[in-house]
């Protein structure tokens, strides 16, 4: 099984060598064309949210990230979702938290 993200990148590479059109690729590829179309926002703000919950765990050692998380978002009024923790950099530096 192929990744959608390695899928949408083959139809890009077949679309620029100038093979077929954008529609013909993501037919062969299966990808939808707004997936082929996608592109990630980034934004300097998850730098700084990420910055500051790497700075607050090191802080307050005996908080874990969950309790950091909403210090964050409830305390502090940053507009965060639980994706930033799967943000490479930080799950290397946070413990993840215990779901169970």
């Given at each position: 099984m192929v990744k959608p993200s390695l899928r949408r990148e083959m139809a890009h590479k077949a679309v620029a060598a100038a093979r077929c059109s954008i529609r013909q690729a993501c037919e062969v590829?299966?990808?939808?064309e707004s997936c082929y179309r996608y592109r990630a926002k980034l934004s300097s703000e998850n730098a700084e949210i990420a910055d500051l919950l790497v700075r607050l765990t090191h802080n307050q050692r005996n908080?874990?990230?969950?309790?950091?998380?909403?210090?964050?978002?409830?305390?502090?009024?940053?507009?965060?979702?639980?994706?930033?923790?799967?943000?490479?950099?930080?799950?290397?530096?946070?413990?993840?938290?215990?779901?169970?």
């Open positions: 590829f299966s990808v939808s908080w874990g990230f969950g309790l950091c998380f909403l210090y964050l978002r409830n305390v502090k009024g940053y507009p965060l979702s639980m994706a930033i923790y799967f943000d490479p950099p930080l799950a290397n530096k946070i413990d993840p938290p215990f779901i169970v």
